[in-house]
């Protein structure tokens, strides 16, 4: 397994770009943008991800805005499993729960459909990075504001220096391409 998960970081570092000073100075971008348009990469990607949550036990994958919406919705149409967004403060047409929380370079709100997990129900929740923890975060409480439990996260990149799963509690944390 660990040869399988040094082959896919390799594959998946190949296809990422770093934008140095961006949204801010200081600030390098992992940008997964390249990876999504290659198939294999991105098959890989998926692949990976799925296999890795293989032994969780969870019925919904919920995807945080932008890019985890890519990533989280092929997981969960590839595992059978429902999608649920969680986005931007206002960008949800129906009833809907919110909170905000604080990132490495300002602060934000995220919300979700009030019913969009039922109550006892269980997620893994997909993102493209894992920084401070911040976004995750803030999902991980709104789902279980909803009465709903995580069984997992899963990232695409991970960066060590910032300590984000320290955030996230006891809950299996998984990442294919850690910086």
Known sequence: ??????HIEKLLKAKIRDI??????????????PMLKDPSAFGACIDAISNRLSDTKFDYVVGIEARGFIIGAAVANKMGKGFVPVRKKGKLPYKTIATDYQLEYGAQSVE????????????????????????AAAASFLIKSAGAQVRGYAFVVELDGLNGR???GNVPVTALVRY
Do not use: C, W
Not at 1 to 6: K, L, P, R, S, Y
Not at 119 to 129: A, M, Q, R, T, W
């Open 112 to 135: 979700m459909h009030e019913d969009a997990v039922e109550k006892g129900s269980s997620v893994v929740i997909i993102d493209d990075l894992l920084a401070t923890g911040g976004t």
């Open 1 to 6: 397994m660990q040869n399988d998960d040094a």
């Open 166 to 168: 320290t955030r996230l």
């Open 20 to 33: 140095p000073d961006y949204p801010k100075p200081g600030i390098m971008f992992r940008d997964i943008t």
